[in-house]
Each structure stands twice: as C-alpha cells, then as structure tokens.
C-alpha cells in the first residue's frame, strides 16, 4: 500500500493509493473519497442499486460505532474509523485509558487492548489508531487540547505494539491520528510526533466543528500537512514485537533524536502516504483541503444532503458536450428550507413546491440512474408522500454527482484548470 504522487500543483497532490486489498489489486485516485457505510452498507442503498454508480471508490469506510455482527464486505478494501463523522457523540466520556464510542446497543468503552481485538475481528486493510478527538469544541483549553495530543500518542504507540503481534493484522496498516484542536502548535507536535512513529497513513481529526472558521482549518491543515512528510519511515511488518518494543524503550531512555534514529533503523522505507482528513465534506472545504495537501476524504456529505430531502446540483464540469454528463444548476437560485441551517448553496430543495411541476431530471445531463428515469416532480412527490424510494434516488444522485466533483477536481489538476474548476464550484458560495 503505497501512495504515488504524478504531480502537485498549488499545494494540491494528484496521485494514486496503489497496492490496496488483500491482493493488493485495488487502488484509488487521490484527491479521493471513501465509499460512506453504516452497519457495512451504503445507507438507503443496495448492492444492485449501488453499482449503477460509475466509478466507486475502491476503499470502503467503516466505523466502529456503526458496525454489525454480520460485516459482509468480504472483496472490500476497508478503512475502519472509530467514529462515524454523522453522528452526534456525546462528550465527557474520554479517559486517560479509554475512549468511547455509542452503537445500536449503547456506549461502548474501548481500551487500547479492546479496540485492537475489534480490529482484528474487522480485519480491515487500513485503520485509524485509537485517539482523544475531543477537542473540536470552541473554548476547548491549551491544557485539555494538549492533554489530547499526549494520550492519542499513548493510544498509537500501544496500538503500533499489539498491532505486531496480532497475526490477523499482519497486512494491515495503522494510521496515526493528528489531534490539537485549534491550537497550532500542539497541531505542529501531534504531526511531528506521530510521524516518527511506524505508520501506514495519517488521520487529521477534529475539524468536523462549524466552530472552527474555513480560514482557521485551511491554516491549520495547510501547517500541519507541512509537517507530514510525504516520504517517511513506514510501516515495519517484517519486524517482530520486540523489536518495536526496543523502539519504545529507546523513546523513552535516550534523547528524541538519537531514540527516532535507532528506531528508524529498523523500518522499511521509503514510501508515500496518504493524508485523510475527518469531518470534511462540502465541495469548497474539500477544495481548499486538498490545496493544503489532504489526499482522502469521507463522503457523508451526499448521505446528510439525502436526508434533508436536497439534491447536489452545483456545476463543475468544464466545457460540457451536449451529450454527456453536465451538471448544472439550470440557472436557478437556491431555495433554503425554512429554518434549516444546515442546508449549503451546493444543493437543491426538492420538498419545496417549485417542483411539483418540474417534470425536468433533477440536474440536466447527469447520466445518474434517478436523473435518467425519474424527474424533480416525482422525486418531490415521494418526498411530499414519505416514501422511502426518496432516500434511494437522491442518494444514488448525490453520490454520483459528488464522485463526479472528485473526478472533475482531479482533471482540472492534472491539467493545470484549478482556477477555473474553483469559480465554477465556488461562485454560489458566496450568499452561504
Ligand atoms: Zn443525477
């Protein structure tokens, strides 16, 4: 598993995570998404009804507090998250030993111990290590922000242990999750520190809050991406437990620097890899993510635009031939719900009664299955009427259109149309 770079461009890295899956077969183009699940599907989705979309990642994301009993992804690359990014978690609940996370049958307390043992029920490809991600709460203090960095730190290095000795992760990588909150230099620490140590890829944590400003995050992931450095010591699967326990003993005898040295003796490298930020879903945030060097993201974002009733309708391919997919928005504006906050100017209201007659697909040109067979009118209808049919035409529209976003964003980075890519997606987003 290895990220190859081709080109990078204003900060953006345009590449591919190769070597992916059991049989190392799979990979996927960066800058990239997920495949979104709860309890191991794509919610509101079947199989069939899946694959009508072109082009889906080829890594799917799971998480541990939406995992069922009978995890059926067999021919899947799996990421395994600890959270899922959608739903709320209460705070409160972190010890120095223990995170928690809530499924369908309540909270769930992990030790490291117990986290590594769910890990090698899962048997993922890639994971992230367990970490103190409560920290994205605006007035969080320095005090607390550091007290993240230093146990998330603690959790990797045990994870990295007993990941070692566990056989069922022997092909599995680990990543490491960079805490700090909003404060830089404890972002600048997390990095640094987790990048001396044997990881597969990093996880950047802790910017799903709306309390954090669009500036503020893009800062923030910009410096510590600088700290992340794309060839480094890697993951080491042909050393044995006590080797790495010679690592950590030597962390904590010698000097930082001599003991990272000795450490990095002992790994196999040099390999690239990949970046995957948390929480980040709206076309402008990702944008200005990848141009602070983020490789990989969630895709929640067309899941929480399916469930407000709302298709992706905002434009981003360039030069459109009449006859292939070309999304558009119609030259309409963008009716907000009534008290509905969370609604972005990147998607359409189809509950609002505009589009009782609107016999029109729900963006013109896209070659999605709902937007060939189905109108804005039925699919406001079914949504007037409750019917559960809703949630599968405009999710199986919202991802295509968001796979389409990513598919457009590499392209005009490969052929140097960034700019241009941007005023086309961003030009609505100045009313939000
Ligand atoms: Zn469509």
Redesign the pocket.
Known sequence: MKLELSRVVQGCRLGKWTGLGKSAQHSLEVPGCLLYTRCATVPHLTQDTLHTIRDLPAVTQVSLDSLTTNLCLNDTVIFCSLHDSVKPRPAGYITNKTVSVWGSGGRMELTTARFMEIQAGIQPDCYQSMADGETWQANTSRKRVRKAVDRTLAHLDECLLLHQKTQELKHAEIFGVVEGGDVLEERLRSARETAKRPVGGFVLDGFHSAAMGPDVRAQLIQATSAELPQEKPRSKLHLNPSQVEIEQEARKSASETEAVSKAVGFWKRPQGSAVIVLGVGRPDEVISCVEAGVDLFESFFPFQVTERGCALSFPYAADPAPETSVPELNGESVTKLDGDETMTLFEMNLKDKRYKDDFRP??QG?A?F??QKHTRAYVHHLLETNELLSGVLLML?NT??YLGFFRALREAIACDHLQDFKNRVLRHRKAD
Do not use: A, F, G, N
């Open positions: 729900l963006v896209c999605c709902c937007c529209h295509s259109h």
